[in-house]
């Protein structure tokens, strides 16, 4: 039975913000299949597999104060998608993120894409 659907899309969304923001790599990687793959920003080199996953994200945690949504998760079939915002450690600043993750049977994330620029680098 999956348990793919819009409430456990929606979970797993805000659990993606609260292990970045918990500085819990290790729950980010249970968030994601083991071939996923990840390209933030859009247009950058993608990191496929959980190894790279893991190498991305402890880059990302590290340099990531806080991460928070902004309004609601938008899920149909097996896609979400959210605006989020990154507060990076040390600067007065935060970066505006749409972050849009596509889901297996399995509800895990197969696929995360981040649209971001440099005209979503917002000082505060």
């Not at 071939?35 to 991305?56: C, M, Q, Y």
């Not at 605006?83 to 197969?110: Q, R, S, W």
Request: with cysteine; net charge negative.
């Amino acid at each position: 039975m999956s348990k793919l659907n819009d409430q456990h899309i929606a979970a797993t969304l805000q659990a993606y913000v609260d292990a970045v923001s918990g500085d819990d790599v290790e729950k980010v990687l249970e968030l994601y299949s083991d071939d996923a793959i990840v390209e933030d920003p859009i247009g950058t080199d993608a990191h496929v597999g959980k190894e790279a996953l893991r190498v991305f994200y402890q880059g990302a945690i590290d340099a990531v104060e806080l991460m928070e949504l902004e309004g609601n998760v938008r899920a149909r079939g097996k896609w979400g998608a959210a605006c989020m915002k990154a507060y990076p450690k040390g600067v007065d600043m935060h970066i505006e993120t749409l972050d849009v993750m596509e889901f297996n049977d399995h509800g895990l994330i197969t696929k995360m894409t981040a649209y971001w620029g440099d005209n979503n680098l917002v000082a505060k």
